[in-house]
């Protein structure tokens, strides 16, 4: 079982070049149904739709394998 801590490491890797973070962009950590699911959350302004999430990356639990990323704003 990966830690938080690991799969948040992962998901930074798996976004790498794909989607620009911030540096000091936090992470949150969900786990569902042996995935955990990563999010890098950003605030949107007031009256703006969208994704609410630099991106979202889903990985193994087990394995730490990368199941699906998914960008944002």
Known sequence: MI???????LAREAVAGAVQLPDDARAEVHRE??????????DLPPGVRGPDYHARVTLDAASG?????????
């Not at 830690?3 to 490491?9: I, N, R, T």
């Not at 149904?33 to 950003?42: E, I, L």
């Open 3 to 9: 830690s938080d801590e690991g799969a948040v490491h």
């Open 33 to 42: 149904d042996g995935t955990v699911v990563v999010v890098f959350p950003t």
């Open 65 to 73: 394998e990368v199941l699906d990323v998914l960008g944002g704003s």
